[in-house]
T-cell receptor, first 115, second 115 residues
């Protein structure tokens, strides 16, 4: 079974631009969570989607948004990029709540650099 | 709110020696606890998890961890370190209500193995 895939793997953007990152979960997984990893702040939860609905949201500004499609694939968007948005963005998939299996599987991440 | 503290941002051990990575958590509800490992330029890989039941849990690559409620700890151990264990390790907490979809991570511990 294929793992979690994230595209693109690397991205360079300029301040003020916007960016969209994509995540394809493991087949059969319906929940997708996004995390930001930076040297200063560590790993921080951005949001989680299940059945096309945002279930949880972390403490990030409204410039960070996401969505999930009917095939469980998810995208996250960051508008008006700032230098501080440079980070590794990780996507994780799981079966979803109520399934009795509490494991998230992470993709390799998208490395975003804002210049 | 939940939180995780990993004692020691860097740990160095000799090959063949005991590995002990410390994790303390704070949670107002029964926690689910996880250890993940991250190799350079990769995503996170689940080593082991505690949800309910037996407090000593065994994971992959010879690692194990013990949930101690009275000490609010979930330390990770491995009897004999191998060079391939060099990586960054993250302890994370979630709660049953979230079904482990929303993880709160510690700051990570970088493990170095000396030959």
């Amino acid at each position: 079974k294929a793992g979690v895939t994230q595209t693109p793997r690397y991205l360079i953007k300029t301040r003020g631009q916007q960016v969209t990152l994509s995540c394809s979960p493991i087949s059969g997984h319906r929940s997708v969570s996004w995390y930001q990893q930076t040297p200063g702040q560590g790993l921080q939860f951005l949001f989680e989607y299940f059945s096309e609905t945002q279930r949880n949201k972390g403490n990030f500004p409204g410039r960070f948004s996401g969505r999930q499609f009917s095939n469980s694939r998810s995208e996250m968007n960051v508008s008006t990029l700032e230098l501080g948005d440079s980070a590794l963005y990780l996507c994780a998939s799981s079966l979803g709540p109520g399934q009795g299996v509490y494991e998230q599987y992470f993709g390799p991440g998208t490395r975003l650099t804002v210049t | 709110a939940q939180s995780v503290t990993q004692l020691g941002s860097h740990v160095s051990v000799s090959e063949g020696a005991l590995v002990l990575l410390r994790c303390n958590y704070s949670s107002s509800v029964p926690p689910y606890l996880f250890w993940y490992v991250q190799y350079p330029n990769q995503g996170l890989q689940l080593l082991l998890k505690y949800t309910t039941g037996a407090t000593l849990v065994k994971g992959i690559n010879g690692f194990e961890a013990e949930f101690k409620k009275s000490e609010t700890s979930f330390h990770l151990t491995k009897p004999s370190a191998h060079m391939s264990d060099a990586a960054e390790y993250f302890c994370a907490v979630s709660d049953a209500g979230q079904g482990a979809q929303k993880l709160v991570f510690g700051q990570g511990t970088r493990l170095t193995i000396n030959p």
